[in-house]
């Protein structure tokens, strides 16, 4: 198994509103707006229909609970003779221990190591032999592994999911080396790349209360220091069917699969689960801006404003939230928005720009922008123009054109999501994983039409503001930027995570 990390992730989920930063083994599908692992934000191409026209499919979903505390959840989809199997853990990088960063990767990693009834080489050739896939990831906020099999095999998804849910093999050789290949990741994929160390660093600074500062994988230090039993330890506290939801899509009927899923789950023991830290960051701080010297060719921009998600703006500022998805999509939604056509096209200011937000979200995040200015072009005259261009969404109005864009854009990457079993069981799973329900999902187009103009320019002048932001000039060792790098030391303390267990 081989993981992957992207700054903003990817193999979680195939639609515009929910994305999260992870690692993940598996082959990824782009977000709407997503940064790939050489710092490049991604958009989409813009959608003409209408939001009104548009919907996002719900029904053939059944939901079961078992008596130990399994969430199931099975969604009918008869297009092909194929199921996916998903089970999401609520465990991820912000419930880790302040020294254990990176813990539940590693722990993703030697969960492909074999179980006492089945080796890794026989779980392998189990899944090849009866034509399945399988892979895994880890976010901030959850761990999940699936598999795709023909639909007469779900058994067997389901069993190799229930033997390693309580009886994985933790072998000090497999640990030793699953720990090395977890560090040689971090080395290829943030220490060696100069724009992921950088954005490392630009979210500890961006995030100093909040859990989702850190990254996933966390810092070599910490990886290094994780034990075999403190590795058995986490997976004792938070691998456990209470703390569990299985999502089922595929070629099945919903009854047939409910006795399957009892036949191999129903016996395993539920466990008392911790209380997982609030993932919020506290007010306003004032602007911060701090150079980072790295090795890259070019100066690049990083800005990120504290923001809601639905989940932290909710109820009674909710729809803030959904218009601070909506302003995004207005500055960033494709080659005739507002930072592609003014500051590229027209103005000729920047090389490349985007944007993100995640809406769907457990807690509160980061309005980001990323930005690299053309030859001639200063950081400040980049920011200065990138500031500029925000300010208008909280003063100027925006045209019907552009605010219809947005929210069909925004509507449109969802029902696509739904074009695959595997984004149908992503949105599913992720989504309940964070505490939301999925069916929202059937409200969101009409909770997004009914956004004004008015809505926009309250939520942007509300968090788009300079005391909300934090900036990073990102410079080669030999250019000197504005404010030398304060080289000020984050003080991990302060951040919202659990205490060390013994």
Sequence with gaps: MSSSITLRVACALALSLVSVTSLTACQTNNLKQ????????????????????LTIDVSGRHEYQLDNGLKIIVKEDHRAPVVVTQIWYRVGSTDEPLDKGGISHLLEHMMFKGTADVSSDDFERLIAK????????????????????????????????????????????????????????????????????????????????????????????????ITLPELKDWYKTWYAPNNATLVIVGDVNPTEVLTQVKRYFEDLPASKIPKRPT?????????????????????????????????????????????????????DGGLSARLESRLIREQGLLTSVGTSYDLLDRGDGLFLIQATPRE?????????????????LGTDPIADDEISRAKTNTVTGLVYAQDSMEGQAQIIGSLQSIGLDDRLLATLPAKLDSV??????????????????????VVPPTEKAPNKPTNKAIDKSKISKPKVAN
């Excluded at 997503?34 to 026209?53: E, F, R």
């Excluded at 980049?382 to 261009?389: D, F, L, S």
């Design 130 to 225: 009866f034509g399945g896939v399988n892979n895994a990831f880890t976010s901030y906020d959850y761990t999940g592994y699936y598999e795709l099999f023909p639909a007469n095999r779900l058994p067997l998804a389901l069993e190799l999911e229930a033997d390693r849910m309580t009886n994985l093999r933790f072998d000090d050789k497999a640990f030793a080396k699953e720990h090395q290949v977890v560090m040689e990741e971090r080395r290829q994929r943030t220490d060696d790349n100069p724009l992921a160390k950088a954005y490392e660093s630009f979210r500890l600074l961006a995030l100093p209360d909040s859990p989702k500062g850190e990254s996933v994988i966390g810092p070599m230090s910490e990886l290094e220091s």
């Design 279 to 331: 993932v919020r960051q506290q007010g306003f701080r004032g602007y911060q801006q701090v150079s980072s010297e790295q090795a890259v060719q070019v100066p690049v921009l990083l800005m990120g404003y504290n923001v809601p998600s639905l989940l932290t703006a909710a109820p009674t500022n909710e729809k803030q939230a959904y218009a601070l998805s909506l302003a995004q999509d207005v500055l």
């Design 452 to 473: 004004t103009v008015a809505d926009i320019q309250t939520a942007s002048k509300k968090y788009l503001v300079k005391d909300n932001l934090t900036v990073m000039y």
């Design 376 to 392: 001639g072009v200063s950081l400040e005259q980049a920011q200065q123009a990138i500031t500029a261009e925000i300010n208008k």
């Design 34 to 53: 997503t940064t790939q692992p050489n710092g490049t934000l991604v958009t989409p191409t813009p959608h003409t229909d209408k939001p009104a026209d």
